[in-house]
């Protein structure tokens, strides 16, 4: 099941909080390259890309909690369970791999 809108859209808020964070993951990732480019010390630069990739996964977690919250109980209650519960099983399945 794919979607080109969400089922049910993002609240004004939710939206400025997830561009926010994917914002400061991007200045992070800038930071990182920025220390490779001066080739700064290794440990310093694996311990910057642990906290971009955390920062990311708080933003991936936030957007799964919305879709699990709101669009998989709309769909659900709208007839679509079975579809909907595969599609999230799924998306955690490869969100998890990360």
Do not use: W
């Not at 001066?38 to 977690?61: M, P, T």
């Not at 936030?62 to 799924?90: I, P, R, T, Y």
Request: charged share 30%; net charge negative.
């Amino acid at each position: 099941m794919t979607h080109d809108q969400p089922i049910v859209p993002r609240s004004n808020e939710d939206t400025k909080q997830i561009l926010n964070r994917l914002r400061r993951v991007e200045g992070q990732v800038r930071g990182i390259q920025q220390m490779v480019e001066e080739d700064r010390y290794c440990v310093d630069i694996l311990v910057q890309i642990s906290a971009a990739n955390s920062a990311l996964k708080k933003v991936g977690l936030q957007v799964l909690e919305h879709h699990a919250k709101h669009c998989v109980v709309d769909a659900a209650q709208n007839g679509e369970s079975d579809e909907v519960m595969d599609d999230l099983l799924k998306v955690i399945r490869q969100f998890s791999k990360t």
